[in-house]
């Protein structure tokens, strides 16, 4: 009989004990995998949080702020009913990434040829790393870029498709409304970006650049 006591403290202390590191590791990996499938094939999750403040049931359900990147370090919820822990991971993610195949000089036009994709961990890329050659074609260099160095968005610009000073046709529409006239352009813009244009009149107006560099407006 003295055993009996004994023997359950043994079994309350195992029930009581966190899910196995393989266990959780496997719930959280599954849980970033559906978050972004197309990266499922080269993902792992390492747990940065030490085991005695892990959750202490089978299968917690995870939960992230609205704003969360996809990879690299987070916190994570991991609510057993009403009780919730906060743990801390490293999302790795292994993909193909954008760079530079020669030294391209501030200023300079390029094209899809100029850049290569290479095999990598995307998770400790620069924000805004590329992942596609796509949108540099007849992109402009903003800063020296390196043989090898990972190309970022904020590396590059759309050519512009309108210049400041430049005479544009201004475009409104709306429902039953269709009218066009002239004015100065007032800033640069590139594609599908907003310029202001100074009309005839004097007035003031804002719209969005289209691909044959006329200014859209919709009323």
């Keep these: 009989m003295r055993g009996y006591p004994i023997l359950l ?7 009581a004990l966190p899910v196995s590191a393989t266990e959780l590791s496997a719930q959280l990996t599954q849980f970033f995998k559906a978050r972004d499938p197309q990266h499922a094939a080269g993902m792992k999750v390492v747990i ?3 085991k005695t403040q892990w ?3 089978d299968a917690p359900r995870f939960a992230l702020p609205g704003n969360s990147r996809l990879w690299g370090n987070m916190s994570v919820a991991a609510n057993c009913g009403e009780n919730r822990r906060y743990l801390q991971v490293q999302v790795q993610v292994t ?13 300079t036009h390029v094209a899809q ?15 805004r790393t590329l992942f596609t050659s796509e949108s540099v ?3 402009v260099v ?14 590059l610009r759309q050519p512009w498709r309108v210049k400041a000073g430049q005479n544009v046709q201004v475009i ?8 066009s006239s002239e004015g100065k352009a007032l800033n640069n813009a590139a594609s599908a970006q907003w310029v202001r244009v100074r009309m005839g009149n004097g007035q003031i107006v804002s719209g969005r650049v289209s691909d044959d560099g006329n200014i859209l407006i919709t009323l």
Excluded: H
Excluded at 9 to 15: E, P
Excluded at 172 to 179: D, I, L, Q, V
């Design 137 to 139: 074609a007849d992109a």
């Design 9 to 15: 403290a043994s079994l309350l202390a195992i029930s």
């Design 142 to 155: 903003l800063r020296d870029i390196q043989p090898g160095q990972p190309v970022s968005l904020s590396m």
């Design 172 to 179: 409104a529409s709306g429902e039953g409304f269709n009218a």
């Design 95 to 107: 993909g193909e990434y954008l760079v530079a195949k020669r030294q391209l000089a501030r200023g």
């Design 48 to 50: 940065r949080t030490p």
């Design 113 to 127: 040829d100029d850049f290569r994709l290479q095999n990598g961990r995307l998770d400790t890329l620069p924000a």
């Design 55 to 57: 959750p202490d049931c």
